[in-house]
């Protein structure tokens, strides 16, 4: 199926791991231009290494911290020219009510509750004045499943489920769609460590986090790859009437009330 994603700028946050450097490979394969903006900048320049050789595509980097609101102002500007903002960085802690303190949950939301916020909003102004694009925002399906011992992520994500809502109810009127995302547990570092912590909630144990695998649907997390590919669909004109809405990828985790 061709997507006609051709010729499209994509700007993607965490890209430089995970299901961020996957999107960013999908979306390349598409003959998409990318924006790819991260922390770490070896990592960075590694991904653009790597697609510019497989892909006849341009790719910018913009390494930098974006843990403020100036960052993400800041990143909006150079990166003006996007088509489709994926909204992906993101690293909320986990842990029960009463082992997170202010601050650290203070710095899970700056960075993806308010980050992303702070990002649609530059972004938007943009893609309006251009008239079209969308906004594809990473969410998590513990918005929907909620986890006394992920409660911040819990928190959060709701939030952004129903900014995505809210927003994505009127943004067509402007031509723009704002879509979410809910992945479940995917194969990346950040799922062994959020699976490390879920070890010692059950049996003070982080080495017995792979016996987690058990419990999952088909036995498995979903992989990078298959969420990038969800996204890439959600961001491309074959969608073009799906707005305001979230889509669930967790092997059926949320459906069934479980927490794993």
């Not at 911290?65 to 992906?88: F, K």
């Not at 802690?93 to 993806?112: N, V």
Request: proline content about 3%; some cysteine.
């Amino acid at each position: 199926m061709d997507l006609r994603l051709a010729g499209k700028t994509v700007l993607i946050t965490g890209a430089s791991q995970g299901i961020g450097l996957a999107t960013a490979r999908a979306f390349a394969a598409e003959g998409c231009a990318l924006h790819l903006a991260a922390r770490s900048a070896p990592a960075l320049e590694t991904a653009r290494a790597e697609i510019t050789g497989r892909h006849q595509v341009a790719v910018t980097v913009h390494p930098m911290d974006l843990g403020s609101a100036e960052a993400m102002v800041a990143l909006a500007a150079r990166a003006a020219d996007a088509d489709i903002l994926i909204n992906n960085a993101g690293d909320i802690p986990a842990g029960p009510l009463h082992e997170l303190d202010d601050a650290a949950w203070r710095r899970g939301f700056e960075l993806k509750g308010f980050g992303y916020i702070s990002l649609a909003r530059e972004l938007y102004r943009h893609m309006k004045a251009r008239g079209g694009g969308v906004i594809v925002n990473d969410i998590g399906n513990s918005g929907e499943n909620w986890d006394a011992n992920y409660i911040a992520g819990s928190t959060g994500n709701a939030a952004l489920m129903s900014f995505t809502r809210a927003l994505g109810g009127v943004s067509l009127n402007d031509g723009i769609r704002v879509v979410g995302v809910n992945p479940g547990p995917v194969a990346t570092d950040r799922m062994v460590k959020l699976m490390k912590r879920r070890a010692v909630d059950w049996w003070n144990d982080e080495s017995r986090w792979q016996e987690l695998y058990a419990k999952y649907p088909g036995g498995r997390p979903a992989s990078a790859e298959e969420v990038a590919d969800l996204m890439v669909f959600l961001a491309s004109p074959r969608a073009g009437y799906i707005t305001g809405t979230i889509v669930t990828i967790d092997g059926g985790i949320a459906s069934q009330g479980s927490i794993i």
